[in-house]
């Protein structure tokens, strides 16, 4: 064995180093000196990395602590083996590094669903329009009827998707309403259409219009009125 503080070299039966007096029970037998191998001291210390592996990890709510919580993890267990005993917090580290992967999918869901709510309420107004659109020609061919209030009419017309005409296309709520004629028995001449989401993860806002075309936007998602109140997008 190697005796760690003046290097000599002494058989693995000796005690301690009669060069310089350290005491070399617990010496790795065959340890050199680089190798990062320790002798027993009686004393572990634990692996600051460990430690901030488990910290990071606990608060995952922030997605670069969760990076950090798996990069502190794994270099805390490597430097723990490396000690040969003289460093302690495997099991801190084996924490940091489950609950920052853990940290990690959570981030990775969210980004995924707002991603996912943001693509379907870009596309939300394209189907508002393409019922208005669909209405106004409704209209044109049925001049006796005026527009409807079904969507199904507007698919049995073929002038919209079978997808729209159930009410429900990419995350949003479709439909129709306030269609009845300002005078009985004459063609309807008004309608209004709003457009909600299925909920906070497939979309974010309410659209409507009706049948001068205008499309509007509310944040709030409050009621049909305020939709009518709110933003104009085009």
């Known amino acids: 064995m190697i005796c760690p503080k003046c290097g000599t070299a002494w058989p693995d039966t000796v005690s301690s180093c009669s060069n310089c007096g350290t005491t070399l029970a617990g010496v790795v037998p065959g340890g050199v000196p680089g190798w990062h191998l320790t002798y027993e001291t009686g004393e572990q210390h634990t692996s600051g990395k460990a430690v901030g592996s488990l910290v990071c990890g606990i608060v995952w709510l922030c997605g670069l602590l969760s990076v950090v919580a798996v990069i502190l993890g794994h270099l805390s267990l490597s430097e723990i083996r490396r000690s040969a005993g003289g460093l302690k917090g495997r099991g801190m580290a084996v924490a940091g590094l489950v609950l920052g992967y853990l940290g990690l999918m959570v981030a990775i869901a969210f980004i995924a669903r707002m991603h996912v709510a943001g693509v379907n309420t870009s596309d939300a107004p394209n189907s508002v329009r393409a019922i208005v659109v669909a209405e106004h020609r409704y209209q ?95």
Do not use: W
Request: charged fraction near 10%.
């Open 140 to 234: 044109a061919n049925n001049a006796a009827v005026g527009y409807t209030c079904k969507l199904a009419d507007l698919s049995s017309a073929g002038l919209i998707d079978a997808q729209l005409a159930q009410g429900q296309k990419h995350g949003y709520v479709f439909m129709l309403q306030n269609c009845m004629p300002a005078v009985q028995g004459v063609p309807v001449q008004a309608f209004q259409v709003y457009a909600l989401p299925v909920s906070s993860s497939t979309g974010a806002g309410a659209f409507c219009s009706d049948q001068s075309g205008v499309i509007r936007f509310d944040a709030n998602e409050g009621s049909v009125q305020a939709c009518f109140a709110g933003s104009r997008i085009e």
